[in-house]
Each structure stands twice: as C-alpha cells, then as structure tokens.
C-alpha cells in the first residue's frame, strides 16, 4: 500500500511540473490570448446582453491572467531558488544536502526538514546549556 502511495505522489509530482512547464510557457499564453480574442469576436459575444458580455470578458481576462502568475510565479522561483543555493554553497559549514531542494521530492523535502526540525532542538538544548552555565558563573562570581 505504502509502494503504491509513493508511486502516485511520484506521478503526480511529474503531472504538476509538466503542467507548470506548460502553463508558464510564452507559446501557451499566445495561444490562450487568441483563443479568447477569437471567443470575444465570435458574433455571439455581440448578441448577448451586456451583463453577460461583461461576465465573457471578466472570465477571459481572469483566465489569462493564471498564464501570466505562472510565469512570474516561475520566475521568482527559480530566481530565489538561485540565492538560496549561492548563500549555501558560500557557507563552508552549510550542508549541501538543501542544495537544488526544487528538484528532490515531497518524500526527500520531509526527510531533510525533519532532520532540521532535530537539529535546531539539540541546538535549543545546547543555548539553554550555555545560557545556564552563564546563569551559574554570574552568581559564583557575584558570591
């Protein structure tokens, strides 16, 4: 069951970078562009009244702009997703594990953030530790 769980989240992981591939490519949104500029033209457009035809054009402008989210949300990703990998790699104590984390799965992402979650515990008790020992010199010293 696990097996057949992990093979779906796979296949959809691949569904949605293919879709986002698609959706924020240029070509597509010429397309998408033309066919509403085609839908707005068709002699239909004219014959309904005007609440509808302000509905039509509404829909036609919202619809173009999930295209143009796309791209720029594809943008920003792959730009941020740059400065995080260069703030990485410039730190020797960084791991290089984070390193292109767009390109792991769901699975992977889980298995590093878990780590991460356990590794800033023990640094929590390791602060606590030293804020402690600094609470106990203070008082020696002041004795």
Same mark, same amino acid.
């Not at 093979?7 to 879709?19: M, P």
């Not at 591939?21 to 500029?37: E, P």
């Not at 707005?40 to 009244?49: E, H, S």
């Given at each position: 069951? *696990? ?9 959809f992981e ?21 066919? /509403? ?5 068709? #002699? ?6 005007? %609440? ?22 594809? %943008?920003?990703?792959?730009?941020? $997703?740059?400065? /995080?990998?260069?703030? /990485?790699?410039? $730190?020797?104590?960084a ?8 390109? #792991? ?18 640094? *929590?008790? /390791?602060? *606590?530790?030293?804020i ?12």
């Amino acid at each position: 069951m *696990k097996n057949i769980y992990r093979q779906t989240e796979r296949g959809f992981e691949k569904l949605t970078a293919v879709a986002t591939a698609i959706l924020g490519n240029s070509i597509t949104f010429i397309a998408a562009l033309g066919m /509403v500029i085609f839908w707005l033209t068709n #002699k239909r457009f004219y014959t309904q009244d005007i %609440h509808s035809a302000i509905g039509d054009v509404i829909l036609g402008v919202t619809f173009l702009y999930l295209f143009i989210l796309q791209k720029s949300f594809i %943008h920003f990703s792959a730009s941020l $997703h740059l400065k /995080v990998n260069e703030l /990485v790699s410039s $730190h020797k104590a960084a791991s290089n594990a984070v390193m292109n984390a767009e390109e #792991k799965s769901e699975e992977e992402i889980a298995e590093l953030s878990k780590e991460y979650t356990e590794l800033a515990a023990q640094i *929590k008790e /390791v602060e *606590k530790e030293s804020i402690q020992n600094r609470l106990d010199d203070t008082k020696i010293n002041r004795e």
